[in-house]
């Protein structure tokens, strides 16, 4: 079965300075894998994913993600937080389910604050 | 406006009462889900459905049913809510179902 671990549930960091979200990863075969964003009470919403193509995903708002196979990783980056970046991030890795559809998995989620 | 709605954005209810969850969306998508998210635990799923008339059940399907008589509403009872179910509750849609999904803006759901 597939999992998703997010190795760090809280992470702060000073405006400016790089973002580092750590996810690990567990599948039998090729995932496809995504983070989602959560801003406070808010709904979730894609940031980017990864489907086997290019191992360097770029998404929105100067996020992007490496899928590493050899560590099972798919951490998620940016080179400078912004204010606006702190919010609930989600890796989730997507697992066949018996529907014949793709169910996502999530992990725990970590909370990013960005301090001034 | 175009999207996915929940509603009620947030609801009290007693212990045994039966409450009901809706969920629209406006694209036609295939798929449609509930979660629901509690401290610690991510996301989990309750139901999915796959088209009008198909659902079936996901991680924690117990004290929840669903139905899906037309494609763009799927809502959730809670046939005789318990303290346990307080949590936020998600819907989300996909066209095909392959993991892009977009996402309601939550129902905050709390059993006193």
């Known amino acids: 079965a597939q999992s998703v671990t997010q190795l760090d549930s809280h992470v702060s960091v000073s405006e400016g300075t790089p973002v580092l979200l750590r996810c690990n990863y567990s599948?039998?075969?090729?995932?496809?894998l995504f983070w989602y964003v959560q801003h406070p009470n808010k709904g979730l919403q894609l940031l980017l994913k990864?489907?086997?193509?290019?191992?360097l995903v770029k998404g929105i708002n100067g996020f992007e993600a490496e899928f590493k196979k050899s560590e099972t990783s798919f951490h998620l980056t940016k080179p400078s937080a912004h204010m606006s970046d702190a919010a609930e991030y989600f890796c989730v890795v997507s697992d066949l389910f018996s529907g014949g559809y793709n169910k996502l998995i999530f992990g725990a989620g970590t909370r990013l604050a960005v301090h001034p | 406006d175009a999207g996915i709605t929940q509603s009620p954005r947030y609801k009290i209810t007693e212990t045994g009462r039966q409450v009901t969850l809706m969920c629209h969306q406006t694209?036609?998508?295939?798929?449609m889900f509930w979660y629901r998210q509690d401290l610690g635990h991510g996301l989990r799923l309750i139901y999915y459905s796959a088209a009008a008339d198909i659902t079936d059940k996901g991680e924690v399907p117990d004290g929840y049913v669903v139905s899906r008589s037309k494609t763009e509403n799927f809502p959730l009872t809670l046939e005789s809510a318990t303290r346990s179910q307080t949590s936020v509750y998600f819907c989300a849609s996909s066209e095909s179902g392959e993991g892009t999904y977009t996402f309601g803006s939550g129902t905050r759901l709390t059993v006193v």
């Open positions: 694209w036609s998508h295939s798929y």
């Open positions: 599948s039998s075969y090729s995932p496809s």
């Open positions: 990864y489907t086997s193509a290019a191992t």
